[in-house]
């Protein structure tokens, strides 16, 4: 059983890894522990089973000095902000406006607003329960399928983790700035550009696949008495639509004017400057936020009123936040341990070029995605597999950018864990097998559209 550097065949490394993942998917798919919880037990178990006490209240403390984990929490926050306030809801009137009168508008609806609110809280299953109440029902009416509305609204919300300002998007900037040499480091804003470069990507086959759907299943469009008036949705929500560009231009402002910045500042000021606008961004969000929702607080825009809405968000942000901060832990303790090279070269010692090595990695996480969540991959693998990406001459910028579109946005929709689809499916009351069909559909098209970036047929932008 043992040998050497190597435990029941496998590299010591790799079997730690192996262990980990079993106590995390025992905690959280069979005794039903919260994920942040078996994260930090994963924690805890890993410096038992190494022996590295030494690092233990190091790398426990860590995250705690991390910039991007506040700014996850911002997010996450903003997130709130925007659900109590209803800011979203103008946004989605004006959606209704111009697409519900098209065959399969509702379905469209879903995939815009859906994908939105899903970016900004980070979670695909939270996303179904929000806003799959409203859009699963209007598809049901339009004559979509029970099933095919269900996965719809779930494919919408998967979206969700891999597009900014997604936590899970500052989780992976946190592994790529840890990979990438002082050299070569880059700022958070033209990593934010290359993803949504990817992102823009498995958007257009979400669209192009609903529309094939809404023409098979012959769905009608949505009913004229259910269509806000175009001029009246633009006249009360087009402030709401300053929103994105609110967190885009300043990402945009330093992404493509560091350069800019450098010369009047020094390289160490426009890195500061860069941590400045990550935070500042949805501070400002909030306040516009706030202003636009005033007549939605209840007791008027009033600094108790703001601060009980802001205590009510506890519940929701606390289990995600912690989650995020253990997972900071772990990806800390793996680096510090050189478990990332022993890993990847277990994995590249199976002789893979990169060809399949583009197709297995996907299908991979799609696997782990059953059982575990895109952060806790992302975590545990994700140094791993930027050094793969980089063996094979994959840009590590790119590798990271996909990172969330093959963990996070697979972890919702692929069966037995499937979180997204089965919140969906509770809502649309669809049968499993049906809405399994469908569901891998969508899983196969989203991994074709993954290995097509990756190996270059589809560009991206800001690369």
């Known amino acids: ?14 079997f730690y890894l192996v262990a980990l993942l079993a106590v995390i998917t025992l905690l959280f798919v069979f005794l039903k522990r919260p994920i942040y919880e078996a994260m930090f037990i994963g924690y805890v178990g890993t410096v ?19 910039s991007l984990f506040y700014a996850i929490v ?70 979509f399928p029970r099933p095919l509305a269900a996965t719809v609204e779930m494919s919408a919300s998967s979206l969700g983790p891999m597009i900014p300002p997604s936590g899970t998007i500052l989780l992976v900037f946190g ?4 990979f990438l040499p002082e050299a070569n480091k880059i700022p958070l804003s033209t990593f934010w550009l290359v993803v949504w470069g990817v992102g823009i990507w498995f958007v257009l086959q979400r669209f192009l696949t609903l529309l094939g759907f809404c023409y098979y299943y012959k769905v009608d ?22 929103i994105p560009l609110i967190i885009f231009i300043p990402l945009l402002i330093d992404a493509k004017f560091s350069f800019l910045i450098s010369n009047r500042v020094a390289a160490e000021g ?15 969000a909030f306040l516009y936020a706030l202003y636009l929702g005033r007549n939605q607080i209840k007791g008027g825009l009033k600094i108790g009123n703001i601060f009980d809405m802001l205590k009510n968000s506890f519940g929701g942000i606390t289990p995600v936040a912690a989650t995020v901060y253990f997972a900071y832990a772990i990806a800390y303790i793996y680096r510090d341990m050189g478990m990332t090279e022993t890993v990847s070269n277990w994995i590249l010692g199976f002789g893979m070029g990169k060809g399949a090595l583009i197709i297995f990695i996907p299908i991979f996480t799609a696997f782990l995605g059953m059982v575990l969540p895109g952060s806790s991959q992302i975590a545990i693998f994700g140094a791993t597999f930027l050094t793969i990406f980089a063996a094979v001459g994959i840009n590590p910028l790119l590798g990271a950018a996909m990172l969330p579109a093959i963990t996070g946005a697979m972890e919702g929709m692929t069966p037995p864990l499937a979180l997204s689809m089965y919140a ?3 809502i649309a009351d669809s049968k499993f097998v049906e809405t399994s069909k469908l569901a891998f559909i969508w899983i196969g098209l989203h991994l074709l559209v993954a ?9 991206v932008f800001g690369m």
Do not use: C
Request: proline share 6%.
């Open 1 to 14: 059983m043992f040998s050497g550097d190597f435990i029941f065949g496998l590299p010591v490394n790799v």
């Open 48 to 66: 038992i089973m190494t022996g590295r006490y030494d690092l233990f209240m190091k790398n426990l403390i860590k995250p705690s000095t991390s």
């Open 74 to 143: 911002a997010f996450l926050l903003l997130a709130h902000i925007f659900g109590e306030t209803k800011v979203v809801d103008k946004v989605i009137n004006i959606i209704l406006s111009f697409v519900g009168r098209f065959r399969g508008g509702a379905g469209y609806v879903s995939l815009v607003a859906s994908t939105f609110m899903a970016s900004l809280s980070g979670t695909g299953p939270g996303n179904v329960a929000a806003t799959g109440v409203f859009t699963i029902p209007t598809m049901i009416r339009t004559k």
């Open 175 to 178: 592994v790529l700035d840890a």
């Open 221 to 242: 469009p949505m009913r004229p008495d259910e269509l806000p008036p175009l001029q009246k949705s633009f006249k009360e929500g087009w402030a709401a639509l300053i």
């Open 270 to 284: 426009a890195t500061a400057f860069s941590k400045t606008i990550l935070l500042f961004t949805p501070g400002l």
């Open 424 to 426: 969906a499916m509770g």
């Open 451 to 459: 290995v097509l970036i990756f190996a270059g047929i589809l560009p």
